[in-house]
């Protein structure tokens, strides 16, 4: 662990951020499918916490998965709109529900171009790569959006945005979705 590390929460640094506070156990993967209606639930609601959005979509989880449903469908196996997946202990947004973030985040940053892409490509954020900002505080979850004001993923602040090293450490980004896909995936032709 680096010395930028220092600046972050200890729950952060360790790496439960995501951790819902039932921990790992009652979320199973199993042939048949496991419902709950998990409207409000503490997951969900824990994950959208940080970002300052208090009311949590009713959702209900479906194996892995939350789904927005109009209508419950018994026996099916997927039924509505996918908005997150449980990845381990750690939630993972669509890329709809993630630009419903974007829009309703307490705290966010604009950043370049440069910026944009470095940042979908894995990298974490530099202050001169910001270039418009509502004032974050260091410890606080932002939202990343590009010039065209579309949310391209969420990090942590660890340090002024004046600063000259890593100002915004990455959570998530929309290169993720690419890079989860070329690793399990072989094409072959």
Excluded at 3 to 28: C, M, V
Excluded at 44 to 53: R, S, T, Y
Excluded at 67 to 79: D, L, N, V
Excluded at 173 to 182: C, F, W
Aim: glycine residues 8%; contains cysteine; hydrophobic residues 35%.
């Amino acid at each position: 662990m680096n010395k930028t590390d220092n600046s972050r929460s200890a729950s952060a640094r360790r790496g439960d951020f995501f951790l819902p506070s039932h921990s790992q156990g009652e979320i199973k993967i199993s042939q048949r499918p496991e419902r709950r209606n998990v409207g409000g639930s503490q997951t969900l609601q824990e994950f959208l916490l940080p970002f300052g959005i208090k009311q949590a979509p009713e959702a209900q989880i479906i194996n892995r998965s939350y789904f927005i449903t109009k209508e419950r469908m018994p026996g099916a196996i997927y039924s509505g709109e996918c908005i997150a997946h449980m990845r381990g202990p750690v939630l993972i947004p669509s890329i709809t529900f993630l630009q419903q973030i974007g829009k309703q985040a307490r705290k966010h940053v604009v950043v370049n171009a440069k910026g944009e892409w470095l940042y979908i490509c894995g990298r974490d954020i530099f202050g001169k790569a910001i270039i418009e900002h509502n004032k974050p505080e260091v410890g606080d979850r932002v939202v990343i959006l590009n010039e065209h004001k579309e949310c391209i993923g969420y990090g942590d602040m660890l340090a002024p945005l004046d600063s000259k090293r890593v100002v915004i450490k990455r959570l998530f980004d929309i290169g993720d979705l690419l890079r989860r896909e070329r690793k399990t995936r072989k094409v072959r032709f």
